[in-house]
């Protein structure tokens, strides 16, 4: 009893010091893709920028109301970048820390999740940047008065775009979080299909809230995220216990 007792602080020091290992290998890696990113800071802030410089008026540029805003934007868009690039890294420092204490079923379930998420995320920042962004601003450059000279912020417009990439992201996470609501138990893939109405209703009030005020930008967020949930639908239907599937398809005597 008294051996059991002393080595419980032992396992929690042991679980300190693996997870301080981890934090500065998954810093470290950040520190590193930061700093290799640093000496091109002006020409990544010129390629997030080409979606609005493009359907600008020939010459027109931004401004920077800052007056150290020229340095520090680019700066702040180098260490999001990096985060953005290190994501696999930090997530696999993370799951080495969780996987010694999962079940060999959890880990063969939550390895493919993490690379499910990681590359749809991916994938959501992506179509954010190569269609939903140009879409936006020629619209939004398109309505405006001729009386009018467009002339963006640079910080303002980093973090408009910043936020937008984190809501596709967000958003085209949507299998990964009906597949885990499933392995839960708290839903079932029958439950899902039935509430795929309200799903829809929900999903085009989200992206009328988190995308721009234009019917472009909402359907183009609104109908990925439908062929989304039915994707999302297909997938928990091979993860979802078989048990709970057989209790739901069993009519009622």
Do not use: N
């Not at 059991?4 to 950040?30: F, K, Y």
């Not at 999962?102 to 940047?129: D, I, N, T």
């Not at 619209?139 to 990439?165: C, H, N, R, W």
């Amino acid at each position: 009893m008294q051996d059991a007792d002393s080595s419980a602080p032992s396992r929690l020091v042991d679980h300190l010091i693996e997870l301080r290992s981890r934090l500065m290998w998954a810093l470290a890696g950040l520190l590193l893709v930061f700093g290799a990113l640093m000496p091109f800071a002006a020409q990544l802030y010129d390629r997030i920028a080409y979606p609005l410089i493009s359907q600008l008026p020939s010459g027109q540029r931004m401004i920077a109301i800052d007056p150290a805003g020229g340095f520090f934007v680019p700066v702040k868009l180098a260490f999001f970048t990096a985060v953005f690039i290190s994501a696999p890294w930090l997530l696999y420092q993370a799951w080495s820390f969780v996987a010694p204490g999962l079940y060999k079923r959890e880990k063969r379930l939550a390895a493919p999740l993490l690379a499910s998420s990681v590359l749809l995320f991916y994938a959501g920042c992506a179509f954010a940047y190569f269609l939903v962004l140009p879409s936006v601003f020629h619209f939004l450059t398109k309505f405006t008065p001729e009386s009018v000279q467009m002339a963006p912020d640079l910080g303002k417009y980093i973090d408009f775009v910043l936020v937008l990439f984190l809501a596709f992201g967000a958003s085209f996470e949507l299998p990964v979080a009906l597949v885990i609501l499933v392995l839960l138990g708290w839903v079932t893939p029958k439950q899902l299909t039935a509430w795929r109405g309200y799903a829809i209703v929900g999903i085009f009030v989200v992206a009328a809230v988190i995308t721009p005020p234009d019917v472009i930008s909402q359907l183009m967020l609104a109908i990925p995220m439908m062929l989304l949930y039915e994707a999302g639908i297909l997938a928990s239907r091979f993860v979802a216990p078989k048990k709970v599937e057989e209790e739901t398809e069993t009519p009622e005597a």
